[in-house]
């Protein structure tokens, strides 16, 4: 339950608050990134922690202590040939009551008849105001693929010719 004051008063953690989120955010950067939107959240209010925020960072510390059994797992079974980069985009629509902006989530996975191997994940505020969901997706879009989807596809290729042994690979140690 909240409360005018609890969105006022400071909050009880706020000491402490920069210390638990990072670390929070460091193992969703590793291997949750069920709880990257979660992190991401607290993590905008650091500097102007209240009471609001104890009880948010209560309810995602006992998400992580109840959870706890959520792993991430990747497995491979392909020849190199065989596997594709996928990459998947979401996103919100207007999520962000203060500034109506979108929220983007995207995972780049290795992906194969029996390959399954996420490289990259994140979830990210929208740096500008949609006006409906479609502009909102096609922003998230534009942005993972700008930032992740081209420079993994132009390492990926790289990868591949290394592999298949087309193309000798650089020895930048020599």
């Known amino acids: 339950e909240v409360n005018a ?12 608050a920069a210390s638990i989120v990072l670390k929070a955010l460091y193992t969703a950067r590793m ?6 939107y979660a992190v991401n959240a607290l993590a905008r209010d650091v500097t102007r922690w209240t009471r609001v925020c104890d009880k948010r960072l209560y309810r995602f510390i006992c ?5 706890s059994h959520l792993v991430l797992t990747c497995f491979i079974g392909d020849a190199v040939e065989d596997l594709k980069l996928a990459l998947y985009s979401d996103a ?14 995207a995972v780049l996975s290795l992906v194969g008849p029996n390959t399954c191997v996420p490289l990259t994940w994140l979830c990210k505020k929208q740096g500008c105001v949609s006006h409906s969901s479609t502009e909102a ?38």
């Open 63 to 67: 998400y992580l202590h109840h959870m």
């Open 31 to 36: 291997n949750r990134p069920d709880i990257y």
């Open 137 to 174: 997706e096609i922003v998230g879009l534009d942005n993972m693929l700008r930032m992740e989807g081209i420079p993994a596809l132009n390492l990926w290729a790289q990868i591949v010719d290394v592999v298949k042994g087309t193309r000798p690979p650089n020895n930048v140690c020599s």
């Open 92 to 105: 919100s629509f207007a999520d962000d009551l203060s500034t109506s902006k979108s929220n983007t989530g």
């Open 5 to 16: 004051a609890d969105l006022e008063t400071k909050g009880n953690l706020a000491a402490e």
